[in-house]
Every structure is written in C-alpha cells, then in structure tokens.
C-alpha cells in the first residue's frame, strides 16, 4: 500500500515540481542572503500575482486542448477602457469595473467563436488577435499612459501586516488574496463541476467526447471566455498595484505565463493539468527570477530559462505520451505510431490522476 502510495506520489509532477523548489530555495538563499526572508517571499507574493491569476485562465484553456497567446492584450484593453471610463467619463467604479471584465469575456468569447466556427487554428486565431487588439489599443491611445486613477482604485487595501526589527513590513494585500481567490474558483470549477470534467475530457479526446454528446461549441466559449474574464481581472488589478495604466505594461508576458503553466504539468495537447502544480509553476520560476536579481545576474538570463522551461516541459510531455502509447500497445514499432490522440477508441473520462487538483 505504501508502496503504490510512493509510486503514484512520483507519477505527480507537482510533487517533482515542490522538490526543485526546495532545492532552489536551499541553494539561492545559501548564495543569497536576502532571498529567504518573510518579506521578500511575500512581496514576490505580489508581484506575481497578475501572472498567476492569468495563468489560471489559461490553464482552463489547455487543459480543453487549446492554447491563447491573445490575453496580455485582452489585459491591457480591459484595463485602458475600464480607466478611460471611471476617469474621463466619470462612471461610478462598479459600471467602470463591469465594463472591463465584460470586454475581457468578450474578447475571449471572439476567440472562441473564430476557433469553433471558422476552425482556425487556436493558435493562430489568437497570435492573429492579439495583434489586431493591441494594435488597436495603441492607435487609439497613442501610447499614451494614464495617471490619474480615482483613489478607490488605487488605495492599498491590506488584510494583514507585520514589521520586523530592521523595520521592513510584509503585508497581505489585495493582489494576494485575489490570487489565491482565483486559484481556489479556478480549483472548483475544473474539479467539482460538469463543465469542468468536460472540459479534461474534450482535451483529452475531443472527438470521444463530441461522440457522447458533449457540446464541443459550448466548452470553446466557456473556456476562452474565462480566460478573458481572468486576464480582465489581471489587468485591473495591475492598476491597482501601479497607480496608473500603460497601454503596453502587460504585453510579452505571454510567454512567463505560459511557461508556468506547462512548468506546472498543464499539457500543451490537452487534457492534463491541475491548479496546485500551475501555482507551482508561478512559484518557481518567481523565486529564479528574483534569486537571480539578488545575485546580480543579467535579466536577460531568465529569458533563457523561459524558453528552456517551454522546450524541456513539452518535451516531456511528447516523450510521456509516446511512452504510455507504447505501454498500451507493445506490437506497435518505435516511431511508425500516429502522434495524434488515439480517437475514438479511448475512454471518455479524463486522467484522473491529474485531473484532481
């Protein structure tokens, strides 16, 4: 019993995945004195939180077996607009605040309806997206930044602070709790309801699924709608934390973002992934970036491990599938086999193993 207990811990990625982070955390806080204080951990808390909240969102959309490189623009346009209507039309906060996270839906729900009715490729759709919505933002805006955010926009709301001997405070603001608010919705909705298993199943086998009755259209706006409903809120609350909205603040944070999330065992084909190993994700490549600051290393360093981390995990993954592929069927020859999901004749349930966050 232990034993299978044991083996089926080491199947988990999230559990590899926590143990790099401790080593991590060991071997940068020995070379960087500063790195393992209370503070520091909790203002990377902070400032990764937009991201965080964000990869949640796309997570939803890998798991269905999609991808979106669209949502840093969503971002910046919901936030601009929601600004432009609380300080130069004078909108109460909560219709300004509507507004941007109905533009979010529905910048998602357009990406959606191009990959479901025009059966453009969603990577492509969203590449093409996302050009056209952030090219817009720029030319209307002119580039220009906004500053002069209401203060019930802008105020810091603390739950939570302490103040060490040296005088540093940590504090638990907004951003946290809505990060962790946005992991546990994201949680519940993937793991506890309907839509949600449907959506692990049409990742894993849309074509199976589609055979059963589930309604593959629906699943395309539900899961690119949450998304954009999650980059609005990301975008939103990058104002908050700032004071000010900048049109192209957010843009080339695709790349950090979906790198945590397949850091965190999402797969890029579908239907694989949990809540807890994204949230790892975030976790480590937060405690590189900033290890590596303290330690003086070029910015441009952690954009290597970016791009590593993106080789490597979907490496693992193609290598992962090839091997359970073989597993069920040992007759087939190494290399001859279809790469593409085996159709109709898997079952439809999701991999429960992963599926369970």
Known sequence: ????????????????????????????????????????????????SVQSIMAMGLFVVL??????????ATASVAQYVAV??????GMPGIVAIGAGLLIGIVLGCLNAALIHFVRITSIIATIAMMSVTFSLLMYFSGGRSLYNLPDWW?????????????????RITLPIV??????????????RTKIGRQLYAMGGNPEAARRVGVNIGLLHFVAYG????????????????????VPNAMYNT??????????????????????????????????????????????????????LTILISTS????????????????QPPGSADTSREASKTPLAPRQETARG
């Open 63 to 72: 798991v269905s077996g999609g991808i979106d490189i669209s949502f840093a």
């Open 178 to 191: 809505m990060m962790f608010a946005a992991a546990l919705l994201t949680w519940l909705f993937m793991t």
């Open 1 to 48: 019993m232990r034993n299978g207990s044991l083996a089926r811990l080491q199947r988990r990625p999230e559990a590899w995945l926590l143990a790099v982070i401790i080593v991590a955390g060991a071997l940068l806080s020995a070379a960087a004195p500063g790195f393992l204080t209370l503070a520091n951990l909790v203002d990377l808390l902070e400032t990764y």
């Open 316 to 331: 693992i993954t193609v290598m992962s599938a090839r091997q359970r592929r073989r597993h069920r069927n040992p007759s």
């Open 154 to 170: 802008t105020d810091r709301i603390v739950f939570w602070q302490t103040e060490n001997a040296d005088g540093d405070l940590t």
């Open 254 to 307: 695709e790349l950090s973002v979906l790198s945590a999330a397949v850091l965190g065992g999402a797969s890029l084909t579908g239907g694989i992934g949990t809540v807890p190993g994204v949230l790892l994700g975030i976790v480590l490549l937060a405690m590189l970036q900033n290890g590596l600051n303290l330690l003086g290393v070029s910015s441009y360093f952690f954009q290597i491990v970016i791009g």
């Open 226 to 245: 949450f998304l954009g409903f999650m980059a609005a809120v990301g975008g939103l609350l990058q104002a908050h934390r700032v004071g000010e909205s």
């Open 84 to 89: 432009i209507l609380a300080t130069q039309a």
